[in-house]
């Protein structure tokens, strides 16, 4: 394992922050026409989905953290909300060269508008609060302010834009999952942006079409993506990342990959809970 974690200290930022993307980045898909998106929401509150993070490189793969992601019903500003939250933390192991305990939230009106975003970051002896607040919000024009704090000290506070609708991080995660796949064509492409600390990040997202995930004892029947990311924080923009969602009226992200510089990262759902409808994608392999 000493080859494995001095490849992952000299390169576990940059894992983690394509981990996060690829947890939640990389499901999304939202410059498509409004004929395009479910009207009935595929999770109810309630809804908790549980993944583990692996760092591949040939035929060796190491567990590096758990993520999980959790839907709840609020009150934010006085207003009805819906509350998404995603928390993220390294292994035992993981911890001893790069402690991660990230917590990030999302409000949006209850018709899935987003509102605000906030992240709650701890990595290594990095800490601070980042929020995201939208000020305009529609088709073809999104402005937020961003702002990153620590201990009352601003980092930086500013404006960002999009010339379309831009989301936040766990914002584009919970849209992805209204996304009608049944309208879409295998090779079909599109571009989004999301807000991410000071930056608008532009994305090109393809349609791969259905395929079957074989983990074993059992299969998922999936809808699979391939998104291209115009970002520093990638080595590799063509198929940065690969996301499989499951091909059912809940539309769970199944598993994401992120392409590293050496190896790969992984996130794979492991359990789940309060489920919306029947995981009709599940196959047990008896």
Known sequence: ????????????????????????????????????????????????????IHYKYGIVMAKAGTAQYDVKECLFRTKPAIRTSLSFKTTSMF??????RDTLY????????????????HEGKTEYVEEIDYKKFSNTY?????????????????????KEKGYDMINI???????????????????????????????????????????GSVKYKTHKFEIDIIDPAFDEHKKAIEIWISDDDNRVPIKLRAKLKIGAAEAELSSFKNLKY?????IEIK
């Open 1 to 52: 394992m000493k080859n494995i974690t001095g490849v992952y200290v000299n390169n576990s930022i940059g894992f983690y922050k394509k981990i996060i993307y690829a947890s939640l980045l990389s499901l999304f898909f939202l410059s498509f026409s409004n004929d395009a998106f479910s009207q009935e929401l595929p999770f109810k509150p309630g809804e908790s989905l549980n993944y583990t």
């Open 95 to 100: 911890d001893k060269v790069y402690k991660i």
């Open 106 to 121: 999302s409000y949006s009106t209850p018709e899935l508008q987003p509102v605000f975003h906030r992240k709650y970051l």
């Open 142 to 162: 999104t402005s937020v302010s961003s702002k990153r704090y620590n201990d009352d000290v601003v980092k930086f506070d500013t404006i960002l834009f999009a």
């Open 173 to 215: 995660f919970t849209f992805a999952r209204i996304v009608d796949c049944s309208s879409l064509k295998p090779g079909a492409s599109f571009t989004i942006t999301s807000f991410v600390g000071r930056d608008a990040v532009p994305m090109n997202i393809r349609y791969a079409g259905q395929t079957i995930l074989d983990k």
């Open 278 to 282: 029947p995981f009709d994608s599940r």
